[in-house]
């Protein structure tokens, strides 16, 4: 792994809420409306009007060179239901708005609400034209509900982008702006992960805490880190498990696994120089060449086939930086192993976890079904990565599974 590839955050996008609430300032006294008769506003007045501010809306967009917007009918309907609920809607709160449809909609993450009021049909269409949301390519649709104030007329309008939940599949197909409910703190929130993402741990930007850790396959797919385990394994010696110790079988597998493959930044042979890529543990023996990532997958894969607890550690390295490497448990032994060593493998580099704590620096960890992240303090979690109260499961979501590809 390169340093500093793991330090996206996933871009975040807090949701882009706007007010307008500058309409609601007095304006001069309207003698003629004192005379002129309301209109009925009934089902074809309000479809009328919509119909017409959204006229009034794209002439204002088109000469920005903007998407036309046009009615979200589901949206439209809740903000009927909204109006009509409120005894006097001339005094709605936008905050209310945004956080009954959010609750409604939760991928309505780009929202902008408006509440006029005029003597005027007119004016009221002339004030939704100009309000400054009309102006932004962030939102795709328009919907109005009239109502009447005294001799007045208003409107409430929302404009809006719904963005689809977060799913491996969308992030594949097409990418872009995602909504999310976070498993820690269950607050709802934007994000944004591009086809051509590299590895991506993302966080919630509420609590902060990793929701997920993604990387690309070399074939550009994003998948979830623990997708990345095929089951790869190697046979041991038959009475390997009777005539030999926990340490000396781990560090026979690390040994054949060092043997096999050299150590290979993604960029020395990769056409796009700037694409960190993953591999399926059964890929690196196979190409027999990985970086930290690869070989770290491959190695924990192979312990865990032969019945040892193995996670793949994302951290910090003090001698390299970002980095990847595993750590195994036999009995009670917790041990660090350096995926990337290319010497004989002795008892040497066999080191326990709270002696390398020093160096080795964990953040997330993974293995076949679950990612974990800690919140305890560093000076106990870097010396225990097993244990539940310091390392909490993420469980990963069967729906989200990308389907694997056949490697051989
Ligand atoms: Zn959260």
Not at 270 to 276: C, G, I, L, N, T
Not at 284 to 311: H, N
């Amino acid at each position: 792994m390169v340093r500093g590839l793991l330090c996206f955050g996933g871009l975040v996008v807090a949701g882009l809420i706007a007010y307008s609430i500058g309409s609601k300032q007095p304006g001069g006294f309207d003698l003629a409306s004192l005379f002129r008769p309301l209109p009925e506003v009934n089902e074809s007045y309000q479809r009328g009007f919509r119909s017409d501010a959204i006229a009034h809306i794209n002439r204002a967009r088109t000469p920005l060179k903007i998407d036309e917007a046009e009615v979200d009918e589901e949206i439209q309907g809740f903000l009927h239901a909204f109006v009509e609920q409120h005894p006097r809607p001339e005094e709605i709160e936008l905050d209310a708005v945004f956080n009954d449809l959010q609750a409604q909609f939760p991928g309505a993450q780009y929202l902008a609400a408006n509440l006029v009021t005029s003597g005027s049909r007119e004016e009221l269409l002339g004030k939704l034209a100009g309000w400054t949301a009309v102006a932004s390519p962030d939102f795709n649709t328009v919907n109005t509900a009239v109502f009447t104030h005294g001799r007045r007329l208003g409107a409430l309008a929302v404009m809006a982008r719904r963005i689809p939940a977060f799913s491996l599949k969308e992030v594949n197909e097409r990418g872009g702006r995602f909504f999310n409910q976070c498993p820690h703190c269950g607050e709802v929130h934007a994000l944004e992960v591009e086809r051509e993402s590299r590895t991506l741990i993302l966080s919630c930007p509420y609590c902060e805490l990793p929701f997920d850790v993604l990387a690309a396959d070399t074939d550009g797919q994003i998948r979830r880190a623990t997708d990345f385990f095929d089951g790869f394994k190697l046979l041991e010696h038959p009475q390997a498990k009777t005539q030999m110790t926990d340490e000396q079988r781990i560090m026979a597998l690390w040994q054949r696994i060092t043997d096999q493959c050299d150590y290979q930044l993604d960029q020395d042979h990769s056409e796009d120089r700037e694409r960190e890529v993953w591999k399926f543990s059964r890929q690196t023996w196979d190409e027999k060449a990985g970086d930290c990532e690869d070989t770290s997958i491959l190695l924990a894969d192979t312990l865990l086939s032969a019945g040892f607890d193995a996670r793949v550690v994302i951290g910090w390295n003090g001698n390299i930086g970002q980095h990847a490497w595993v750590v195994v448990k036999a009995g009670d032994r917790q041990y660090v192993l350096e995926s990337t060593l290319h010497d004989d493998i002795t008892l040497d580099n066999l080191v326990i976890a709270s002696q390398a704590a020093a160096f080795y620096q964990p953040e997330q960890l993974f293995d076949r079904e679950n990612l974990y992240f800690t919140e305890a303090d560093e000076s106990d979690f870097r010396r225990d990565y097993f244990s539940p109260s310091l390392w909490k499961k993420l469980p990963v979501r069967a729906d989200q599974r990308a389907p694997r590809l056949s490697l051989r």
